[in-house]
Protein backbone atom coordinates (compact mmCIF):
# COMPACT_ATOMS: atom_id res chain seq x y z
CA UNK A 1 0.00 0.00 0.00
CA UNK A 2 1.76 3.54 -1.05
CA UNK A 3 0.32 6.04 1.27
CA UNK A 4 -0.57 9.64 -0.33
CA UNK A 5 -1.70 11.16 2.85
CA UNK A 6 1.72 11.23 3.48
CA UNK A 7 4.17 14.24 2.55
CA UNK A 8 6.72 12.38 1.38
CA UNK A 9 4.94 10.43 -0.94
CA UNK A 10 3.55 13.57 -2.65
CA UNK A 11 5.00 15.91 -5.56
CA UNK A 12 3.73 19.39 -7.02
CA UNK A 13 5.37 19.68 -9.97
CA UNK A 14 6.17 17.57 -12.78
CA UNK A 15 10.11 17.27 -13.50
CA UNK A 16 12.47 14.11 -13.84
CA UNK A 17 14.47 15.34 -10.76
CA UNK A 18 11.46 13.53 -8.57
CA UNK A 19 12.90 10.54 -6.20
CA UNK A 20 10.42 7.50 -7.07
CA UNK A 21 8.55 6.43 -3.66
CA UNK A 22 8.23 2.80 -4.71
CA UNK A 23 9.16 0.40 -6.93
CA UNK A 24 6.80 -2.52 -8.73
CA UNK A 25 7.09 -5.21 -11.65
CA UNK A 26 5.33 -5.54 -14.74
CA UNK A 27 1.57 -6.82 -13.84
CA UNK A 28 1.81 -6.16 -10.01
CA UNK A 29 -0.66 -4.93 -8.56
CA UNK A 30 -0.22 -1.91 -6.66
CA UNK A 31 -3.05 -0.43 -4.44
CA UNK A 32 -2.44 3.33 -3.99
CA UNK A 33 -4.41 6.14 -1.29
CA UNK A 34 -4.61 9.26 -2.57
CA UNK A 35 -6.06 12.08 -1.31
CA UNK A 36 -8.06 14.88 -2.22
CA UNK A 37 -7.45 17.45 -4.75
CA UNK A 38 -6.58 19.95 -2.38
CA UNK A 39 -4.58 17.90 -0.18
CA UNK A 40 -6.56 17.73 2.44
CA UNK A 41 -7.04 21.32 3.19
CA UNK A 42 -10.93 21.44 2.26
CA UNK A 43 -12.98 19.95 5.36
CA UNK A 44 -16.40 19.50 6.25
CA UNK A 45 -17.46 22.87 8.36
CA UNK A 46 -15.09 25.29 6.57
CA UNK A 47 -17.08 28.88 5.59
CA UNK A 48 -16.42 30.02 1.99
CA UNK A 49 -14.58 32.68 3.28
CA UNK A 50 -12.20 30.11 4.36
CA UNK A 51 -11.10 29.55 0.95
CA UNK A 52 -8.51 32.59 1.28
CA UNK A 53 -6.88 30.78 3.80
CA UNK A 54 -6.01 27.51 1.80
CA UNK A 55 -2.42 27.10 0.08
CA UNK A 56 -2.81 27.17 -3.55
CA UNK A 57 0.69 25.63 -4.28
CA UNK A 58 -0.83 22.25 -2.60
CA UNK A 59 -3.73 21.54 -4.85
CA UNK A 60 -3.46 18.57 -7.51
CA UNK A 61 -0.43 17.32 -5.73
CA UNK A 62 0.01 13.86 -7.30
CA UNK A 63 1.26 10.82 -5.12
CA UNK A 64 4.82 9.62 -7.14
CA UNK A 65 6.32 8.80 -8.98
CA UNK A 66 6.38 5.31 -8.69
CA UNK A 67 9.31 3.31 -10.89
CA UNK A 68 7.93 0.57 -13.36
CA UNK A 69 10.62 -1.63 -13.79
CA UNK A 70 12.10 -2.18 -17.25
CA UNK A 71 10.53 0.47 -19.23
CA UNK A 72 12.74 2.52 -20.96
CA UNK A 73 12.68 5.80 -23.03
CA UNK A 74 10.79 5.43 -25.90
CA UNK A 75 8.29 2.26 -24.61
CA UNK A 76 4.90 3.49 -23.55
CA UNK A 77 3.65 2.31 -20.10
CA UNK A 78 0.05 1.58 -20.05
CA UNK A 79 -1.75 1.41 -16.62
CA UNK A 80 -4.93 -0.32 -16.10
CA UNK A 81 -7.15 0.88 -13.03
CA UNK A 82 -8.35 -2.57 -11.84
CA UNK A 83 -10.86 -0.49 -9.16
CA UNK A 84 -11.39 2.56 -7.59
CA UNK A 85 -12.73 3.16 -4.09
CA UNK A 86 -13.96 6.69 -2.79
CA UNK A 87 -14.61 8.32 -0.07
CA UNK A 88 -17.57 9.07 1.48
CA UNK A 89 -17.01 13.04 2.11
CA UNK A 90 -16.37 15.21 -1.12
CA UNK A 91 -16.40 19.43 -1.65
CA UNK A 92 -16.67 21.70 -5.00
CA UNK A 93 -16.02 25.13 -4.99
CA UNK A 94 -16.31 28.36 -6.99
CA UNK A 95 -13.07 30.09 -6.94
CA UNK A 96 -11.67 33.38 -8.09
CA UNK A 97 -9.73 33.40 -11.22
CA UNK A 98 -10.84 29.87 -12.12
CA UNK A 99 -13.38 28.07 -14.21
CA UNK A 100 -14.76 28.94 -17.10
CA UNK A 101 -16.67 32.10 -16.05
CA UNK A 102 -14.09 33.09 -13.67
CA UNK A 103 -14.64 35.84 -11.19
CA UNK A 104 -18.48 35.60 -12.30
CA UNK A 105 -19.59 34.78 -8.84
CA UNK A 106 -18.40 35.41 -5.04
CA UNK A 107 -16.18 32.28 -4.06
CA UNK A 108 -17.87 29.44 -2.44
CA UNK A 109 -17.60 26.33 -0.75
CA UNK A 110 -19.91 23.31 -0.60
CA UNK A 111 -19.80 19.83 1.21
CA UNK A 112 -21.06 16.33 0.11
CA UNK A 113 -21.75 13.20 1.53
CA UNK A 114 -22.11 9.69 -0.25
CA UNK A 115 -25.06 7.86 0.70
CA UNK A 116 -25.79 4.98 -0.78
CA UNK A 117 -23.68 5.78 -3.35
CA UNK A 118 -25.43 9.02 -4.49
CA UNK A 119 -23.47 12.30 -3.22
CA UNK A 120 -25.83 14.70 -1.91
CA UNK A 121 -25.18 18.44 -0.77
CA UNK A 122 -24.75 18.90 3.16
CA UNK A 123 -26.22 22.52 3.09
CA UNK A 124 -29.76 21.50 2.57
CA UNK A 125 -31.03 25.22 0.93
CA UNK A 126 -28.03 24.56 -1.61
CA UNK A 127 -28.76 22.15 -4.55
CA UNK A 128 -32.32 21.35 -2.33
CA UNK A 129 -33.25 17.47 -3.41
CA UNK A 130 -30.16 16.68 -5.81
CA UNK A 131 -28.43 13.63 -5.79
CA UNK A 132 -25.51 13.05 -7.97
CA UNK A 133 -24.51 8.89 -8.57
CA UNK A 134 -20.64 7.96 -7.56
CA UNK A 135 -18.86 7.56 -10.63
CA UNK A 136 -15.45 7.82 -9.84
CA UNK A 137 -12.53 8.49 -11.88
CA UNK A 138 -8.61 9.97 -11.71
CA UNK A 139 -8.11 13.23 -12.41
CA UNK A 140 -4.42 13.15 -12.43
CA UNK A 141 -2.02 10.44 -13.95
CA UNK A 142 0.96 11.28 -15.61
CA UNK A 143 4.42 10.21 -16.26
CA UNK A 144 7.68 11.97 -15.60
CA UNK A 145 8.65 14.60 -18.46
CA UNK A 146 11.87 14.22 -19.68
CA UNK A 147 13.46 17.79 -18.99
CA UNK A 148 12.17 21.10 -18.26
CA UNK A 149 9.35 21.79 -15.07
CA UNK A 150 6.04 21.71 -15.22
CA UNK A 151 3.18 23.04 -12.26
CA UNK A 152 0.80 20.39 -11.47
CA UNK A 153 -2.75 22.16 -13.02
CA UNK A 154 -2.12 22.91 -17.23
CA UNK A 155 -2.30 19.51 -18.34
CA UNK A 156 1.14 18.19 -20.77
CA UNK A 157 1.58 15.46 -24.09
CA UNK A 158 2.61 13.20 -20.72
CA UNK A 159 -0.84 13.30 -18.88
CA UNK A 160 -1.23 14.79 -15.59
CA UNK A 161 -4.60 17.15 -14.86
CA UNK A 162 -7.02 15.92 -17.69
CA UNK A 163 -9.89 16.29 -15.87
CA UNK A 164 -11.05 13.33 -17.83
CA UNK A 165 -13.94 11.31 -16.57
CA UNK A 166 -13.28 8.16 -19.20
CA UNK A 167 -10.26 7.40 -16.33
CA UNK A 168 -12.26 5.57 -14.40
CA UNK A 169 -12.25 2.15 -13.39
CA UNK A 170 -11.64 -0.49 -15.84
CA UNK A 171 -10.20 2.10 -18.45
CA UNK A 172 -6.50 1.55 -19.34
CA UNK A 173 -4.59 4.24 -20.19
CA UNK A 174 -1.46 4.38 -22.29
CA UNK A 175 1.18 7.37 -21.50
CA UNK A 176 5.05 8.20 -22.87
CA UNK A 177 7.96 7.00 -21.41
CA UNK A 178 10.42 9.92 -21.42
CA UNK A 179 12.65 8.56 -18.37
CA UNK A 180 13.71 4.71 -16.95
CA UNK A 181 11.24 3.57 -15.40
CA UNK A 182 8.57 5.66 -16.73
CA UNK A 183 7.79 7.47 -13.02
CA UNK A 184 3.78 7.04 -12.84
CA UNK A 185 2.51 9.45 -10.25
CA UNK A 186 -1.56 9.53 -9.88
CA UNK A 187 -3.79 12.48 -7.93
CA UNK A 188 -6.96 14.53 -7.90
CA UNK A 189 -9.47 12.26 -6.98
CA UNK A 190 -13.25 12.39 -8.45
CA UNK A 191 -16.75 11.28 -6.81
CA UNK A 192 -18.67 12.39 -10.29
CA UNK A 193 -17.63 15.14 -13.20
CA UNK A 194 -19.07 16.77 -15.95
CA UNK A 195 -17.34 16.84 -19.29
CA UNK A 196 -15.53 20.58 -19.24
CA UNK A 197 -15.41 20.33 -15.26
CA UNK A 198 -16.64 24.29 -16.17
CA UNK A 199 -16.05 26.07 -12.93
CA UNK A 200 -12.78 24.57 -12.07
CA UNK A 201 -13.95 21.47 -9.56
CA UNK A 202 -15.91 18.22 -9.43
CA UNK A 203 -16.85 16.18 -6.21
CA UNK A 204 -13.50 16.25 -5.10
CA UNK A 205 -13.10 13.47 -2.66
CA UNK A 206 -10.40 11.23 -1.81
CA UNK A 207 -9.71 7.55 -3.19
CA UNK A 208 -8.49 4.48 -2.69
CA UNK A 209 -7.49 2.56 -6.56
CA UNK A 210 -6.10 -0.30 -7.69
CA UNK A 211 -3.95 -0.09 -10.65
CA UNK A 212 -1.65 -2.62 -12.60
CA UNK A 213 1.53 -1.35 -15.40
CA UNK A 214 2.33 -3.17 -18.78
CA UNK A 215 5.55 -1.86 -20.81
CA UNK A 216 4.32 -1.64 -24.33
CA UNK A 217 7.32 -1.30 -26.49
CA UNK A 218 6.26 1.24 -28.87
CA UNK A 219 6.13 4.81 -28.80
CA UNK A 220 2.63 7.33 -28.12
CA UNK A 221 3.59 10.85 -27.66
CA UNK A 222 0.07 11.84 -26.24
CA UNK A 223 -2.14 9.90 -24.29
CA UNK A 224 -4.42 7.28 -25.73
CA UNK A 225 -7.41 5.70 -23.26
CA UNK A 226 -9.54 3.02 -24.04
CA UNK A 227 -12.71 2.87 -21.35
CA UNK A 228 -16.36 2.67 -21.55
CA UNK A 229 -18.68 5.03 -21.77
CA UNK A 230 -22.06 4.64 -20.07
CA UNK A 231 -23.46 8.59 -20.02
CA UNK A 232 -27.11 7.95 -21.10
CA UNK A 233 -30.70 9.44 -20.78
CA UNK A 234 -32.78 12.28 -21.17
CA UNK A 235 -30.65 14.50 -22.14
CA UNK A 236 -31.16 19.02 -22.93
CA UNK A 237 -29.00 20.73 -24.49
CA UNK A 238 -28.07 24.46 -25.14
CA UNK A 239 -25.67 25.74 -27.66
CA UNK A 240 -22.67 28.29 -28.05
CA UNK A 241 -21.77 29.57 -31.30
CA UNK A 242 -18.99 31.49 -32.08
CA UNK A 243 -16.06 31.77 -34.23
CA UNK A 244 -14.14 31.02 -31.52
CA UNK A 245 -14.67 27.58 -29.14
CA UNK A 246 -14.35 29.49 -25.92
CA UNK A 247 -16.59 32.19 -26.42
CA UNK A 248 -19.06 28.94 -27.99
CA UNK A 249 -18.44 27.23 -24.67
CA UNK A 250 -19.25 30.48 -22.47
CA UNK A 251 -22.64 31.00 -24.52
CA UNK A 252 -23.91 27.47 -24.41
CA UNK A 253 -23.31 27.31 -20.39
CA UNK A 254 -24.68 31.06 -20.23
CA UNK A 255 -27.78 29.31 -21.70
CA UNK A 256 -28.03 26.15 -19.53
CA UNK A 257 -27.40 28.47 -16.31
CA UNK A 258 -30.32 30.77 -17.44
CA UNK A 259 -32.60 28.06 -18.35
CA UNK A 260 -32.68 26.13 -14.93
CA UNK A 261 -33.12 29.38 -13.34
CA UNK A 262 -36.31 28.86 -14.41
CA UNK A 263 -36.74 25.69 -12.42
CA UNK A 264 -35.61 27.37 -9.36
CA UNK A 265 -31.93 27.14 -9.19
CA UNK A 266 -29.76 29.87 -8.73
CA UNK A 267 -26.90 30.71 -10.89
CA UNK A 268 -24.64 29.47 -8.17
CA UNK A 269 -26.48 26.20 -7.82
CA UNK A 270 -26.36 26.18 -11.86
CA UNK A 271 -22.57 26.81 -11.73
CA UNK A 272 -21.11 24.21 -9.94
CA UNK A 273 -23.97 21.42 -10.87
CA UNK A 274 -22.70 21.76 -14.50
CA UNK A 275 -19.54 21.23 -13.56
CA UNK A 276 -20.09 18.27 -11.33
CA UNK A 277 -22.40 16.50 -13.61
CA UNK A 278 -23.35 18.63 -17.00
CA UNK A 279 -21.20 17.57 -20.28
CA UNK A 280 -19.74 20.31 -22.52
CA UNK A 281 -18.88 19.16 -26.08
CA UNK A 282 -17.80 20.17 -29.22
CA UNK A 283 -20.27 19.08 -31.61
CA UNK A 284 -19.20 20.71 -34.61
CA UNK A 285 -15.97 22.10 -36.02
CA UNK A 286 -15.70 22.18 -39.57
CA UNK A 287 -17.85 24.39 -41.17
CA UNK A 288 -15.98 27.33 -40.09
CA UNK A 289 -15.80 30.30 -39.26
CA UNK A 290 -18.37 29.56 -36.78
CA UNK A 291 -18.24 26.17 -34.21
CA UNK A 292 -20.75 24.26 -32.35
CA UNK A 293 -20.47 23.68 -27.94
CA UNK A 294 -23.16 21.99 -26.49
CA UNK A 295 -24.07 22.14 -22.61
CA UNK A 296 -26.30 18.75 -21.87
CA UNK A 297 -27.84 17.97 -18.69
CA UNK A 298 -30.12 14.88 -17.69
CA UNK A 299 -33.45 16.10 -17.46
CA UNK A 300 -33.90 13.92 -14.50
CA UNK A 301 -31.50 16.10 -12.61
CA UNK A 302 -33.99 19.18 -13.54
CA UNK A 303 -36.75 17.05 -12.10
CA UNK A 304 -35.22 16.44 -8.99
CA UNK A 305 -35.96 20.29 -8.28
CA UNK A 306 -38.97 20.97 -10.24
CA UNK A 307 -41.86 18.93 -10.90
CA UNK A 308 -42.98 21.27 -13.85
CA UNK A 309 -42.56 19.96 -17.08
CA UNK A 310 -39.61 21.74 -19.33
CA UNK A 311 -39.10 21.67 -22.84
Excluded at 82 to 101: V, Y
Excluded at 141 to 150: A, K
Excluded at 238 to 248: E, F, P, R, V, Y
Amino acid sequence: MIDGNLKENLHFKWTSSNKPIAKTEEEEVVRIKIPDSSINQIKRGMSSSDLSKIDPSLFDGAVGPIYIAGSEPGDSIEIEILDIKSGNEGWSAIINDFGLLKNRYGERVITWSKIENFWRCDDEEFLRGIKIPDVPFLGVIGTSPSEGEYGMIPPQHFGGNMDNRMIGIGSRIILPVNVEGAMVSFGDPHGHQGDGEICGTAIETDMEIDVRFKILRKRTNSPVIFSQDTVKGDFVFTSGISNDLHNASVEAVESMISYLCEFGFSEEESYILLSVAGNLSIREIVDEPNFVVNMGLDRKIIGMRSNENHF
